[in-house]
């Protein structure tokens, strides 16, 4: 616990130094703060915690967003800088105990800490919530305490639009791990799957019995651009000069947990005698990555002048436990040489199918900061601290852009 809440307090130290640093030599501007905290996402859901729910026939409305964090929001009855402080103290308590209970050094919790995309857990977004929940799940099924797991999945399912994937997750990681007779994987499927499906359904109630629109949820997506499309290259994003390194490092993140999960998968189905059971949480956070690159591939709408634009990316992704299990793996094993082979591929094809190839900048720092958080022990090796420290100059630059009006995710 000491060791997560150290990283962490140095690494909150380093970002506010920055910030002041950035601020006193101008170097960017702040005359946006806090109005700027609104932008984009947190709108909607500002609107939700003091107007309720509202349906916009035809058009985007915030029927799109579920209600916990909304309520969350107008619990506390603060502002924009206020949930935005109560948000970060939420995201610190759930990292502190996920870290700890991975165990993680303290040079993989300041490499973790300094992922562009964590600057959602400083605004008025349900990232935080999502997270702590998302913990929940993740203590429950390595614990194998049922209670926290399904209180996990409930409260996950009031947070966002996840349940549909949610089902086949938690039927797939109980019939890939080894653990537990049949009887008591099938009452596992079934208590977790019930447990998400209260959730969806409070959440469908709530909008409802506000709006009388039931299950609206799904059929606004269309309106938010969320529609299957076949991929056309280059992936790009919005404003693809500035953040297209954070959509690809996300993407490479999805193309990675699709070959391990696609790999585990083959292994326990043609070859069920092979000794290799991955812990739960592992085999669940493997298959949500997986899912939701995809559906951030499928699900989406090409760019005006480029190809599919795969925007939010890197925050459904890298904004989530799931990521952090998924690294504490990668962190740990000994790479074969197809494993290798395959993480190479995977950069190789997002470096040349985005738009990183017109960044060249941006390019050079994506694969450093892959080379070494794939590949390399990160203890006491020379290149840590440069890119560290690398990493918290555009975390800030993402946070003014974000207050800024750019987007970010």
């Known amino acids: 616990m000491k060791k997560g809440l150290f990283a962490v307090a140095i690494h909150l130290l380093l ?3 920055t910030l002041v640093l950035v601020f006193i030599l101008k170097l960017d501007t702040f005359e946006n703060f806090p109005s700027g905290l609104l932008n984009w996402d947190a709108y909607w859901y500002q609107s939700i915690a003091e107007k309720g729910y509202v349906y916009l026939a035809n058009r ?52 973790l800490l300094s992922t562009g995309s964590f600057i959602f857990f400083a605004l008025p977004y349900s990232e935080a919530l999502f997270f702590l929940s998302g913990f929940l799940l993740i203590y429950g099924y390595d614990g194998e305490n049922s209670l926290v797991k399904n209180s996990g999945f409930f409260i996950i399912s009031l947070t966002r639009a996840v349940t549909t994937i949610f089902i086949p997750l938690i039927i797939f990681t109980e ?49 938010w651009k ?5 991929p056309r290259l280059p992936f790009t994003t919005y404003i693809a000069d500035e953040i297209i390194f954070l959509d690809a490092i996300a993407l490479v ?20 005698k092979e000794k290799i ?95 070494q958080l794939t590949f390399l022990k990160l203890e006491k090796h020379k290149t840590f601290m440069p890119l560290y420290l690398l990493t918290i100059c555009l975390q800030v630059f993402l946070y003014v852009q974000f207050i800024n009006g750019g987007w970010v995710g």
């Open 253 to 272: 993140i999805g193309l990675i947990a699709i070959y391990i999960a696609t790999k585990y998968f083959i292994v326990k189905i043609i070859v069920p």
């Open 277 to 371: 059971d991955l812990p739960k949480s592992l085999v669940f956070s493997l298959g949500y990555i997986s899912i939701v690159t995809l559906i951030d591939v499928f699900f989406t709408f090409y760019d005006m002048k480029s190809g599919t634009n795969i925007w939010s990316i890197n925050r459904h992704v890298l904004c989530t436990p799931f990521y952090i299990v998924l690294m504490n793996y990668l962190f740990r094993i000994n790479y074969n040489k197809s494993d290798l082979t395959a993480f190479f591929l995977a950069i190789c094809l997002v470096f040349f199918f985005t738009d990183l190839t017109n960044y060249f900048a941006m390019s050079c720092f994506y694969l450093l900061f892959f080379f």
């Open 15 to 17: 970002v506010s130094l």
């Open 60 to 111: 985007t409305c915030n029927l799109a967003f579920f209600p916990l964090f909304p309520a969350f929001w107008k619990l506390f009855g603060v502002g924009l800088v206020g949930i935005s402080i109560i948000n970060l103290f939420v995201f610190i308590g759930a990292f502190v105990a996920l870290v700890r209970f991975l165990n993680l050094s303290k040079h993989q919790i300041f490499l």
């Open 175 to 223: 019939l890939m791990t080894n653990h537990g007779t049949v009887k008591n994987k099938l009452m596992a499927i079934l208590k977790s799957v019930f447990a998400a499906l209260c959730g969806m359904v409070l959440s469908a109630y709530l909008q409802y019995i506000q709006t009388g629109k039931f299950l609206y949820f799904l059929g606004v997506q269309k309106y």
């Open 226 to 230: 969320r529609n299957f499309i076949w």
